[in-house]
């Protein structure tokens, strides 16, 4: 009856790792620079050391972010969601830039309006602003943006070149991405599908 329920269970997890490998798209950078262009048309460009995820149809233009992107933003009549662990940020169409950590979420506009929601409530950014909201002291500081940002970008710029790459609209890494979600699942259902046959001759064994 055990070994039954374990099979069950291995049976479950297949599926779920499947489904969900599915829908969600996870993008990560190291010490590198990357662009990537949403299905929406679109295009965030990530600092070192960033994570991005989202679903694939990106019906509900949601993203999650930990770490530090520029965002390039198209007009909808949807607004654009950036989540993270400390807040918020709701845009129509944009262009800004966060950065966030385990206490600190940094936003800075260069185009358009911003809505950044935090435990501070609701504070709406304009072009050449920039908020801060810290989270062990619980406060929110607005003031002129420095845009930092722009030197990072210059530096992804700068790698681009160097390596022949251009920085453009583009979802061939897009394609790539689903590509090597698609082969990580492939290993997952395999490694699955061996303990399942393990699984089935042993109970063959104790009928």
Known sequence: MIR??????????????????????SIKTGDNFDDIELPDGSVVYLN?????????????????LVGEAFFNIVSDENPFVINTKLGNIEVIGTEFNVKTDKNILDVEVEKGRVEIHTKKGKNILNPGKHAQFIKNKNQLIINDAQFKCRIWIGELKLEFKRIGREVKHSSKHLNKEFKRSGKKVGREFKKAGKEIKKETKKLKKTK
């Open 4 to 25: 039954f329920n374990k099979l069950v269970y291995l049976i479950i997890c297949a599926g779920l790792i499947f489904f969900s490998s599915c829908k969600q798209v």
């Open 48 to 64: 070192h050391n960033t994570t991005v995820r989202f679903n694939k149809k990106f019906e509900n233009r949601n993203i999650e």
